[in-house]
């Protein structure tokens, strides 16, 4: 079983910067979109920031501008550069991959904490 391994997070203070970072332990094939989602205490689980398999991207409105999503498709690493964190980005990150044939991977999270 391929496992999502993360890394990257921490505290920071309000204003600063982030980079997380996805890497499967093994090869996933046929990819059809990676993304990053977050959780935090008390809240339903949301899409944060997403790339299809043909490099499109989707952002939350509330971290557009701030966050950029890429992906390094030899490895099938996944990025999400974090600038301008506000404290209400606090929350356990989490990567995500879909397959074309419906399979779902997700990675045990990275815990992200901006201090105000």
């Known amino acids: 079983q391929v496992q999502l391994v993360e890394s990257g997070g921490g505290l920071v203070q309000a204003g600063g910067s982030l980079r997380l970072s996805c890497t499967p332990s093994g090869r996933i094939f046929s990819i059809n979109a990676m993304g990053w989602y977050r959780q935090a205490p008390g809240k339903e689980r949301e899409l944060v920031a997403s790339?299809?398999?043909?490099?499109?991207?989707n952002y939350a409105d509330s971290v557009k501008g701030r966050f950029t999503i890429s992906r390094d498709n030899a490895k099938n690493s996944l990025f999400l550069q974090m600038n301008s964190l506000k404290p209400e980005d606090t929350a356990l990150y989490y990567c995500?991959?879909?397959?074309?044939?419906?399979?779902?991977?997700w990675g045990q999270g990275t815990q992200v904490t901006v201090s105000s």
């Open positions: 790339v299809t398999n043909g490099g499109s991207t």
């Open positions: 995500n991959i879909k397959t074309f044939y419906s399979e779902e991977y």
